[in-house]
């Protein structure tokens, strides 16, 4: 680690600082990394960027500097990795040493990788090995977004990112003042942003108890529904103080979610074009459902027999005691949710609304829990697997990246005569909470088990 770093310095003739003798640690879960430029004047002058990855500074010589000119290509010639203590380093670099001279803090801040690929932000490692990433830099001089590409081995052309002029409108939620950049971006054909914004300050009283306290999977389409969708689970450094979030070890890492815990938090998430997507669980107990989700998925556009499906399941849910709600998902099907008591973790729970699915698939041809498409064979798919630990789903009434950008909306169970998965939109949207009383029917699975049993 470092060796190329240490093997041209002389650390008794120069401060620059040594390697650490272990391993620096990587980033904190939450805290975004660092980036410093130093203005170098050794043979001649030129800057050096550095930036946080992996418990070192990666750097590169930019004779130029960074500009914010979008027309202007920087060359930047990739160097050796720096230590971390080097982004505080500045003064002299004795003469014959290995770049000798003056060394400036020129600026420093944060950085948050931005780099998208197949819909979904690609780690920051990667991309510099694939030699092209794409960051947002928050300094005190510099503020916006760089693409790096790789020319060849050592050599590196960066671009500042054109970014569209900035409009803003002010909305005040509860005493929260939020700011709205591009109100009138076109996100749909006639839909501005400001009307998107303008549903969600509309609908978060009736949203607000399904959502609360819930980790949220964010899906953004910050270009309108024609353009990138990606999912950003982890909570931007950018984001308020006042929203809250929940830090959880994966297998891949740790990842920091958002939690809503007001009217306002929806609001601030439609202003940044979020499609909230959430857990059967709630923050404080992330393993342990609140509901069961039965989500029937068509495999080809039938809603007649989508009504069917969801009726069947209707029958069977409340035969075995339970209280099961509807909604539509402004996708392809409709969702099925079914209150519980907080008792047996998502594993457990999963495996009893797969066996009550494989039930139904067993007495009627037309439903399947096969997980493979192509093996489906034009039946409805009842799909448990919302229900895994740390999986999510649409939340009620949260607005779809789609055209005419529909809704998930709970509605009443005699209304399904006369709602198709797609008939709400934030244009179109009910007035009162279908799923009011949702929480009051919470039913103990494990006395229905032990019925069963």
Request: charged fraction near 25%.
């Amino acid at each position: 680690m470092l060796e190329e770093y240490t093997k041209k310095r002389d650390f008794r003739s120069t401060l620059e600082p040594q390697p650490p003798t272990e391993h620096a640690p990587s980033i904190s879960p939450g805290v975004p990394p660092i980036f410093v430029i130093q203005k170098h004047n050794a043979r001649r002058i030129h800057f050096d960027l550095r930036l946080e990855l992996n418990g070192v500074l990666k750097s590169w010589a930019v004779p130029k500097g960074l500009s914010d000119d979008p027309s202007a290509k920087r060359l930047a010639i990739m160097t050796e990795d720096h230590p971390l203590a080097y982004a505080k380093f500045f003064g002299e670099i004795p003469k014959g040493e290995y770049g000798g001279g003056t060394v400036e803090l020129w600026d420093k801040g944060k950085f948050v990788n931005i780099t998208i690929k197949n819909g979904t932000v690609q780690p920051l490692n990667k991309a510099l090995e694939n030699g092209h990433f794409t960051i947002y830099l928050k300094g005190d001089k510099l503020k916006g977004t760089y693409a790096f590409t790789r020319l060849d081995d050592k050599q590196w052309i960066i671009v500042r990112k054109r970014e569209p002029h900035h409009v803003r409108t002010e909305i005040d939620v509860n005493g929260h003042r939020i700011t709205i950049t591009h109100p009138h971006k076109e996100l749909d054909t006639g839909i501005s942003k400001a009307e998107l914004v303008e549903y969600y300050c509309e609908i978060a009283p009736l949203m607000l108890p399904h959502v609360k306290d819930r980790l949220v999977s964010m899906l953004r389409f910050p270009e309108g529904v024609n353009g990138e969708k990606f999912f950003q689970k982890n909570i931007p450094d950018y984001f308020p103080d006042w929203l809250e979030s929940k830090c959880i070890e994966h297998t891949g890492g740790m990842t920091c979610y958002p939690i809503i815990k007001d009217e306002v938090g929806i609001v601030y998430l439609a202003s940044q074009v979020v499609v909230p997507h959430i857990m059967v669980t709630r923050a404080d107990k992330p393993d342990t459902p609140d509901q069961m989700i039965f989500d029937l998925d068509p495999s080809a556009p039938d809603v007649p027999s989508l009504r069917s499906a969801a009726r069947e399941l209707k029958s069977f849910l409340e035969s075995l005691g339970f209280t099961p709600y509807i909604m539509t998902t402004g996708g392809r099907g409709y969702h099925i949710a079914v209150p519980i008591i907080r008792e047996l973790d998502s594993e457990e729970v999963r495996g009893f609304a797969l066996k009550i699915a494989e039930t139904l698939a067993r007495y009627d041809e037309t439903l399947t829990t096969e997980f493979v498409k192509e093996k489906r064979k034009n039946r409805i798919f009842v799909d448990v697997n919302r229900i895994s630990a740390m999986q999510t789903s649409i939340a009620p009434y949260a607005a779809r990246a789609e055209r005419g950008i529909p809704i998930a909306s709970p509605f009443a169970w005699d209304e399904l005569p006369n709602i198709s998965p797609t008939s709400y939109t934030i244009r179109n949207h009910p007035k009162e909470d279908a799923w009011r009383d949702f929480f009051a029917h919470a039913t103990s699975l494990e006395q229905v088990l032990k019925k069963l049993t």
